[in-house]
């Protein structure tokens, strides 16, 4: 089994920053996609940013320039590092794995979500 532990959120001022990490653990034979995706109340779940194996990281409009995805291969763990943050980026964060867990059999997880409030 493959479990997903998110870290990292809270609340903090306008302009501040923080970082989530995601961090998965159990039988994991490889790991092809990490994503953020984060939920406002009233709004739909929305992509916030993901990487893929081979791909270079994508990012929604909006966290252009603000917001950072990288991954630790050897630790399996996504991290979001969120900067300049406002008050529009108040949601749930979730993350989001997706892999094989043997050569032939694929899992695709949610965690459990963290809450992330941009408020002064």
């Known amino acids: 089994q493959v479990q997903l532990e998110e870290s990292g959120g809270g609340l903090v001022q306008p302009g501040g920053s923080l970082r989530l990490s995601c961090a998965a653990s159990?039988?994991?034979?490889?790991?092809?996609?990490m994503g953020w995706y984060r939920q406002a109340p009233g709004k739909q779940r929305e992509l916030v940013a993901a990487i893929t194996s081979g791909s270079n990281p994508n990012y929604a409009e909006s966290v252009k320039g603000r917001f950072t995805i990288s991954r630790d291969n050897a630790k399996n763990t996504a991290y979001l590092q969120m900067n300049s943050l406002k008050p529009e980026d108040t949601a749930v964060y979730l993350c989001?794995?997706?892999?094989?867990?043997?050569?032939?059999?694929?899992?695709?997880?949610w965690g459990q979500g963290t809450q992330v409030t941009v408020s002064s």
């Open positions: 989001n794995v997706q892999g094989l867990y043997s050569h032939h059999n694929s899992f695709g997880l």
């Open positions: 159990g039988t994991i034979f490889s790991i092809n996609f």
